[in-house]
């Protein structure tokens, strides 16, 4: 690491040991369970597993896409940065990572502000809702990214702020400590953090006030977009607070609210899979069948090696018991022998009189 990122890790406010390790520990379970998560989420809506209409269905694929993106270039990083108190990835690495928390983030936000208004306007349009195609949800994906890359990649080059390591969060970060945000960079995180906020919280209270007039299949899918509303405003509010109260220069608090901002962003993407697992039957059945058929491989084999055991054990039986009455009938069959030969002679002597 060069002198200059070096001096950048002087700050007022420092983590301690315990809170590096409860650091680790967090980026491991979320990183782990997000990364397994989404991927299955991601392949079983491509396979067409998910019951849901067409457009939401692409919604979700790039939901996961997100989620698994975040986890590799946000996450997965930030363990061993963490372990080691400095970047170990290089330069290069370091500016990717930066600029994919926030596009990743920003976009996360766009596709759970679609999924709501795209179950809305089924539940108050269905029949209009059933002539969309996936080609209306891929229209409508590769729009938002585009925008999303856009805004983010053009305030980031009009405000010039340097991509430095934050000792605070263990990762590269944009330096905001001493340079205020200017326009550009404020109707930024306006338009992507806070509208499509507006647009969840609305849509929300919305999905909520239907609900009870809706089917028993339909009630179940808005109670998940619901949670997964819910777990995306919890894992983002604190960094929301953050942006509102940020003072110029940051203070201590300010500090920690931001180190405690950066790693609950980590609940979105690690929360979403589990919401889906446990509210859609059809991916749940999906994940639990792939999970039985790699146990069953096992399964398979250890019944094998019973089913072997038993038949051994029974030929041995039966073996025994064929012994057994081939014994027997040596036993008995001279007597038998002996009365037929007895019964033989007298019919022969009979014929003889005869």
């Given amino acids: 690491m060069d002198t200059e990122t070096k001096d950048n890790r002087l700050d007022p406010y420092s983590v301690p040991d315990y809170g590096r390790y409860c650091l680790i520990t967090w980026c491991l379970v979320t990183g782990i369970f997000s990364l397994f998560g989404n991927l299955a989420l991601l392949i079983s809506s491509l396979v067409s597993v998910l019951k849901l209409d067409k457009v939401s269905v692409v919604l979700i694929q790039n939901l996961a896409v997100t989620g698994v993106g975040f986890t590799v270039f946000i996450i997965l990083p930030t363990v061993g940065s963490t372990v080691e108190q400095e970047w170990i990835y290089g330069r290069g690495l370091c500016v990717v990572t930066t600029y994919a928390l926030y596009i990743l983030g920003f976009m996360s936000t766009y596709l759970i502000a679609s999924l709501n208004i795209s179950k809305l306007t089924v539940l108050l349009f269905p029949l209009r809702a059933r002539l969309r195609t996936k080609?209306?949800?891929?229209?409508?994906?590769?729009?938002?990214?585009?925008?999303?890359?856009?805004?983010?990649?053009?305030?980031?080059?009009?405000?010039?702020?340097?991509?430095?390591f934050s000792p605070l969060?263990?990762?590269?970060?944009?330096?905001?400590?001493?340079?205020?945000?200017?326009?550009?960079?404020?109707?930024?995180?306006?338009?992507?953090?806070?509208?499509?906020?507006?647009v969840i919280l609305a849509t929300a209270i919305w999905l909520m006030l239907l609900i009870r007039s809706v089917r028993k299949l339909t009630r179940h899918i808005v109670?998940?977009?619901?949670a997964v509303s819910i777990a995306y405003i919890l894992s983002y509010l604190p960094f929301i607070i953050f942006a509102v109260l940020r003072k110029q220069p940051m203070t201590v608090n300010n500090l920690r609210l931001y180190t405690v901002a950066a790693v609950a962003t980590f609940i979105s993407p690690f929360s979403n899979p589990i919401i889906f697992y446990f509210n859609i039957k059809s991916f749940k059945t999906y994940v639990d069948n792939k999970v039985?058929?790699?146990?069953?491989?096992?399964?398979?084999?250890r019944d094998r090696d019973v089913s072997g055991r038993y038949a051994s054990r029974n030929s041995t039986r039966i073996s025994t018991v064929s012994m057994r009455s081939t014994r027997d009938s040596v036993?008995?069959?001279?007597?038998?022998?002996?009365?037929?030969?007895?019964?033989?002679?007298?019919?022969?002597?009979?014929?003889?009189?005869?």
């Fill in 135 to 164: 080609k209306c949800g891929a229209v409508i994906s590769a729009t938002l990214w585009v925008i999303v890359i856009i805004l983010i990649v053009t305030s980031n080059v009009v405000a010039s702020r340097d991509i430095t």
């Fill in 169 to 198: 969060v263990f990762a590269c970060t944009l330096d905001y400590r001493f340079i205020p945000p200017n326009l550009l960079e404020q109707a930024t995180l306006y338009s992507n953090l806070l509208v499509p906020l507006g």
């Fill in 223 to 226: 109670l998940v977009l619901l």
């Fill in 292 to 301: 039985l058929w790699v146990m069953g491989k096992h399964i398979e084999i």
């Fill in 331 to 354: 036993v008995i069959n001279p007597i038998n022998v002996a009365a037929l030969q007895k019964n033989s002679t007298v019919v022969v002597n009979d014929a003889r009189i005869i």
